[in-house]
């Protein structure tokens, strides 16, 4: 974190003020790293959940930009849970990919209100994947399988709803966040796709491309976001095979 965690109950500290979380790489490494990586032709991705975290990453991607010179390198930050509101703009500007995994915002108690002691105000911009969105940055959705269930439809409904399964808290968990179905579709397909360098052969529905599809029970982009938790699957087909099919 770029300022320490709360204290226990928020009351002061007990025993020394706490700390900030102990990075894998100074942000000096991981830059020389990334520039090093960079410069062989790999596509670098870095984990960063907290907000100082995702600075260095985002300073690392930078100083491989400068280094290096202009490409399409798609640089990418993985999870991203709280990122310090000036480097909500340098994924767009930067061009680096957030991606971004929806059900780990999941709001229930255990999550949210522990996670939130824990970073105070900071909680405020917890995965702000439409910030990101709204300054030009690009998201692209998955699981994080298998730390989170793989099912698509506990992710939409955080992307879209930002509550529990059960809908709590009503209106969502920072709602401001939420994305319309058409844009959490988007990221969890398209967008997935490009930031693998995969967007020529998958990630929509065109001739040509992969036949990786689902046929659904119903028209969400119709029926909005109240229906993605109730929908069902009546085929799945991967690689233009049938896999799955309801009676």
């Known amino acids: 974190m770029l300022e320490p965690y709360e204290p226990a109950g ?3 500290p007990a025993q020394g003020s706490p700390g ?3 990075p894998n790489w100074t942000p000096e490494t991981l830059a020389a790293m990334t520039v090093g990586a960079d410069r062989r032709g790999w596509q670098v991705e870095i ?26 390198r798609r640089g990418r930050l993985e999870h991203i849970e709280t990122i310090d509101a000036a480097d ?17 915002a999941d709001p229930s108690p255990n999550q949210a209100d522990v996670w939130s002691a824990n970073i105070g105000k ?16 690009l998201v692209a ?23 529990t399964r059960d809908g709590r808290p009503p ?15 988007a990221a969890y397909t398209w967008g997935s796709a490009y930031a693998a360098f995969g967007e020529g052969w998958r ?17 969400l982009l119709a029926e909005g976001g109240s229906a993605i938790l109730g929908t069902e699957v009546r085929l799945t087909v991967a690689g233009g095979r049938i896999v799955h099919r309801t009676a």
Do not use: C, Y
């Open 20 to 22: 900030r979380g102990l």
């Open 141 to 163: 959705f998955g699981s994080d399988w298998p730390v989170v269930r793989f099912d698509p439809r506990i992710h939409l409904n955080m992307a879209v709803n930002r509550t």
């Open 47 to 72: 984990h960063a959940i907290g907000d100082g975290g995702g600075r260095a990453a985002l300073d690392a991607h930078a100083a491989a930009a400068r280094a290096n010179g202009r490409r399409d």
């Open 10 to 12: 928020g009351a002061g």
């Open 171 to 185: 209106g969502g968990w920072l709602p401001e966040q939420r994305l319309p179905l058409s844009q959490a579709l």
């Open 203 to 219: 990630g929509t529905l065109e001739e040509g491309k992969v036949a990786d599809l689902v046929v659904l029970d119903r028209d």
């Open 122 to 137: 900071r909680a405020e911009r917890a995965w702000v994947w439409r910030s990101i969105l709204a300054g030009g940055g």
């Open 88 to 104: 909500i703009a340098r994924f767009g500007r930067e061009g680096v990919v957030a991606s971004m995994q929806p059900f780990h």
